[in-house]
Structure formats: C-alpha cells, structure tokens
C-alpha cells in the first residue's frame, strides 16, 4: 500500500491515474498536483462516477512543476513514496531535484528537453546517476510506450530469442482517426517539435542524419494494415545502442497520413511550428505555443476515436541456437476500447498503462534499487506480464521480416 504523486493532469496523467484506481491494493493513496487544478478534478470526478468500487484515494493540489521549493513544499505535506512525472519533458529536472531533496523515487515518461532548444538527449538525467545511487533512490527513465515498452521488447528479444541483435527497428503505427482535420495525439509542441527535427538512426557506431521524414517505406503492421512509415529521431535509440553495444544499426519508424504531412508543411512554411518568441501586440509568444492553445487538445480526441494503434519491435541477429533469427514483439490496442474503460484514446492510454506498471514494480520491490535507470537495463518479464495484465496484450510473430534493409 503506498502513497504517490502524480505530476501533470493531461491525457497521460488521466490513463495513469485510473489504473492506479484499479490497482488499490498497491496505489492506496494518489496525489494528482498540476498547473490547472480544474483538470486534475476533471480526474478524480470521472474516477468517482466510473469506478467507484476502487478504494484508492484520491486528492488533487496545484503546482508549478518549473518551481522546485515548491515541489518541494508539495512532496513534504503529501509524503509520498514515489512521484511520477507526467507533466513535460521541460520539468523532468526540477523533479528529479525535489525527489532529491525529499528523499522520494521518481518516474518518467520523456527525457528531459530544454524549452528553449528543441533537443533531447539523457545526459542531463544520467548526470543524476550518483545523486540518486548516494541516496538510495531509485529514477527510472522514459516508461512509457515509445519510449519504455520498447525497450523491455529489446531486453525480452535478448533475454528470450537472440545471442546478439544486430539490427533493431522499432516502429509505431497509429491507424486511427479522430476525425478532426489536423490535431496531434498527445502534447502537440513536443509532438510537432518531434516530427520537423531532422531524422536520425544508428548505424556502424555513429549516428546518421536525415532531413524531416527523408525515409519511408511501406511496413505491414499485423492484426492492423500496411502503413507508410517515416524514420524519426526517438530517444530510446541513445540509451538502446549504449546498453546492446552488438547493435550496428538501430532506427525508429512512425506512421503519418498524407493530410497530416500536408498541413504540418503549411503550419511549417508560415512559420507556426517555431520555437522562438515573437513580439505580438506587446507581448512575446513562441508561435508553437499559440499553435498548441488553437489545436484540439489531446484528450479531447477520445470519444469518436475509431481504429488500432501497433507498436512494435523488429530485431534481427543471431538467434539463441546460433542461426540468423528475425523476430516481432508487439502490442495492438484499439482506440475505442481504451475509451470505454478509461475516457481515453490509444495514445495516451499506452502510455499511461506502462507509467502505472513501472511504479507498480518500483513499489512491489521488483524493479527497485538505486541509481537512475532505463527501461531495458532491467528484467523485461514482469513487465511484459504485467502488460498482459494491464490492458496491453503482447503478442509476437517469428521469422517473418516486416521492416526491410
Ligand atoms: P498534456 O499536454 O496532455 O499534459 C501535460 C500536463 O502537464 C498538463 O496537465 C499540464 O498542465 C501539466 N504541466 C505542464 N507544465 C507544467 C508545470 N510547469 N507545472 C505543473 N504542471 C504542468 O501531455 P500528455 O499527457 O499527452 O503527455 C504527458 C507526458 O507524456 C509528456 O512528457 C509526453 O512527452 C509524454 N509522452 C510519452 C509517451 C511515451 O510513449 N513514452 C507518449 C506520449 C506522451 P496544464 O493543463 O495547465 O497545461
């Protein structure tokens, strides 16, 4: 039985919090802390109404997660075990440093970005490293779906079907449609900040680059539909390569309809994507933040959302008897099932379920120890039972090679 904050009231924090709902035999006690209290409510409204049987209990608080002393103040008046961070990837620091000074795990779904420069990379949290290991804390990094999931199927590829991975492709189809002309599935500045970086993969021990979406190629994603697919920059790759060293070439694939690329192009051109302020009637805005207050927000996707998200991960090497081996982890979840069980859509709800699988290992004493750690540094099975547990079925596919050279 244990006390947790949860940072961050938005698509994710929403999926994270109801599974807590119905795990109460493990999450007895939830504090949902946000900049826009209201949302949080929202929350804790929806879980009294839906699931009224779950003896968790909730409360809600406001904070300003940029702020550490007041991190601080929140996390001593609550006493929590754990905090789980699901508010942006700009606060992952201020966190880890309040978790610091308090005394309390942490948890996260995205590596920390600079707001000012659209750059992610895990230095910044691996520098935590001895910080967390002195004082007997555990961080645990990205548990999300892309990144987390991922990289437990990396660690069960290599645990269960390969000697060693040679070549590593991740790839995330979401075929399905909320029917609005243009809205991004989940925070759509650091969705949009995402897609118009410049690609980039890992081959022969260095990174290569690529313009926006320079590469695609059509991939059959099972139990859903072939999809064009576009090689992206995602973070998982530093840390994969970094821990499965045999790797010589490691990339990731996202799935984008042609309207979607059409008006990304134009919000591009005019200049709506850009992070840098500009002067409007007196006051700075960064054009992607104004884009973001006009887009539909994430979790308003849900209700008409119709069709299947597949994520995925193809390895390629030497198989466990010695004999070249290709083999396929995956998850299939539809859209509308996930917002029938937690008024969410897919996106958020697979990244949801693995952030509450993650702390539930962190708390059950499974996964828990000290130091600052990615997903795939640690054993891959009781995470992938708990998926099977949780919402997020696993299903693999042997030989069958769906992402070409
Ligand atoms: P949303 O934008 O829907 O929600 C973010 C929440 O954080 C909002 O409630 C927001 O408050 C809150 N927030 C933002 N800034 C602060 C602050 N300074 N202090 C306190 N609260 C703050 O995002 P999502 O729920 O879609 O995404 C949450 C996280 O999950 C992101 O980091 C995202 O990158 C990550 N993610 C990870 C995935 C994975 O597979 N690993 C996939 C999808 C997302 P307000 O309501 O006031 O804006």
């Known amino acids: 039985m244990s006390k947790v904050i949860i940072i961050g009231a938005g698509g994710v924090a929403n999926v994270v919090a109801k599974k807590c709902a119905q795990n109460d035999t493990v999450f007895s006690e939830v504090l949902i802390a946000t900049r826009t209290v209201s949302k949080a409510d929202k929350i804790v409204a929806e879980i009294a109404q839906h699931m009224p049987s779950s003896k968790t209990v909730f409360s809600t608080a406001t904070v300003d997660a940029d702020n550490v002393p007041e991190l601080v103040e929140l996390i001593r008046g609550f ?169 010589k070439r490691a990339r990731f694939w996202m799935t984008f309809g042609e309207a979607y690329i059409k008006h990304l192009n134009v919000l591009e051109g005019i200049g709506m994507t850009s992070i840098e302020p500009i002067d409007f009637r007196g006051q700075k805005i960064a054009p992607i933040e104004f884009l973001k207050a006009v887009l539909p927000a994430p979790e308003s996707l849900a209700e008409n959302y119709t069709g299947q998200t597949c994520i995925g991960v193809q390895a390629k090497g030497i198989g466990k008897d010695g004999q070249p081996r290709v083999h396929f982890v995956y998850n299939v979840k539809d859209h509308a099932e996930c917002y029938r069980e937690v008024q969410a859509q897919g996106v958020s709800y697979t990244t949801g379920v693995p952030a509450m699988i993650g702390a539930m290992l962190m708390l059950q004493g499974v996964w828990m120890q000290p130091g600052v750690w990615n997903i795939e540094q640690l054993d891959p099975d009781p995470f992938v039972e708990a998926m099977n547990t949780w919402g997020l079925p696993v299903d693999e596919l042997a030989g069958i090679e769906l992402v070409k050279d």
């Open 79 to 247: 006493g929590p075990v754990m905090v789980i961070n699901v508010a942006l990837p700009y606060q992952d620091l201020t966190i880890m440093d309040a978790c610091l000074e308090t005394g309390v795990h942490y948890l996260d779904t995205a590596n920390y970005e600079p707001k000012e420069v659209a750059k992610f990379e895990y230095s910044w949290q691996w520098a935590y490293q001895d910080r967390f290991r002195e004082k007997g804390l555990m961080a645990l990094l990205g548990c999300g779906f892309d990144p987390g999931a991922t990289q437990a199927f990396t660690a069960y590829h290599a645990k269960h079907h390969f000697q060693e991975i040679h070549y590593l492709d991740i790839v995330d189809c979401n075929n399905g449609s909320h029917g609005k002309a243009f809205a991004t599935n989940f925070n759509p500045e650091i969705n949009i900040r995402e897609i118009t970086a410049n690609g980039r993969y890992w081959e022969n021990g260095q990174w290569v680059e690529t313009q926006p979406l320079e590469i695609s190629q059509d991939i059959y994603y099972p139990k859903v539909a072939t999809r064009k697919s576009f090689v992206l920059y995602h973070e998982e790759l530093e840390s994969l390569v970094k821990h499965f060293p045999t790797i």
